[in-house]
């Protein structure tokens, strides 16, 4: 009877990365179908904590984070939780060796949300491989499959897709980022003075990361491939539509992809994988 509880975690893993992101759904989608109920577990885990941080303005943040991380080490011990998405969560994290350390890392990134940071270099890293690379590299245990050997070659390539990622939104989000939460992870950069110089510098970082992921995503185990060069693809063309814009806006809008585009985008790059183009 246990598998009905079980397989309503996953649901309702799978439903919260619907509600929250159409890319990341769509993506999810092209994996192969043993793949999707593990990353709808990942997924499901990190937005709950992100939304604690970013949107429960009402609420004692730091009471409902600190509960959020004791309930999750509870789960991962007992191998059990009554909170849907933290079972999904704690059975993923043991049915790929997921390592704690990981858990730990993207938990202290969440908790540096709760505080009013200036970001400096070492900080903005810091943030970085706990918000973003060490999440890449939960769903690289999954996508290997246990295979040790195969997940240290790859290590380096789903980090650096992390990091990629992360860094695009934080450029899409930087008007709710700096207006409704009061922050700027970019380090020594000024809002006020944020110009189309810095913005340049920014996505010269990034472009070359996506570079260095394009070769990794190549590597990937035929289950997954499809899957992350999707999300990739996606983000690729957000970047784009940011570069097209100019620093002044970039502080006033939230930068988006319609739905209509990501479908476009979704078979564009089916027809790039099946012609062996990837």
Do not use: W
């Not at 919260?16 to 990341?24: A, D, L, N, R």
């Not at 769509?26 to 043993?34: E, F, H, N, Q, T």
């Not at 730091?62 to 004791?70: C, E, F, G, H, M």
């Not at 011990?77 to 390592?99: A, C, G, M, W």
């Amino acid at each position: 009877m246990k598998k009905l509880f079980d397989d309503l975690s996953y649901r309702v893993s799978r439903e919260t990365t619907k509600q929250y992101s159409t890319s990341f759904s769509l993506g999810i989608m092209a994996l192969s179908p043993k793949l999707r109920n593990p990353i709808y577990a990942v997924y499901g885990y990190v937005r709950l904590a992100d939304e604690i941080v970013d949107s429960f303005h009402e609420y004692d943040k730091q009471k409902l984070l600190s509960r959020y991380k004791a309930e999750t080490f509870e789960a991962l011990e007992e191998k059990i939780s009554l909170n849907p998405i933290l079972q999904s969560f704690q059975e993923t994290v043991h049915r790929y060796n997921i390592d704690y350390s990981l858990i730990h890392q993207f938990l202290k990134s969440m908790e540096m949300d709760l505080q009013k940071i200036d970001y400096n270099s070492d900080l903005y890293k810091e943030y970085i491989v706990g918000s973003a690379e060490v999440v890449g590299l939960m769903c690289l245990h999954i996508f290997t499959e246990g295979n040790s050997r195969e997940f240290e070659r790859l290590k380096p390539y789903a980090m650096i897709l992390g990091s990629a990622f992360q860094k695009v939104n934080f450029l899409r989000d930087m008007k709710d980022d700096y207006q409704i939460l009061g922050r700027c992870y970019f380090p020594n950069v000024d809002i006020s003075d944020f110009d189309n110089t810095v913005k340049a510098h920014i996505e010269k970082e990034i472009e070359e990361e996506f570079k260095m992921a394009l070769e990794g995503i190549k590597k990937l185990p035929g289950s997954a491939r499809f899957g992350v060069y999707l999300a990739y693809r996606y983000y690729i063309s957000l970047f784009r539509k940011i570069k097209r814009t100019s620093a002044g806006n970039m502080i006033n809008q939230r930068i988006r992809i319609s739905n209509g585009k990501k479908l476009s985008l979704m078979m564009s790059s089916y027809l790039q994988y099946k012609v062996s183009l990837l």
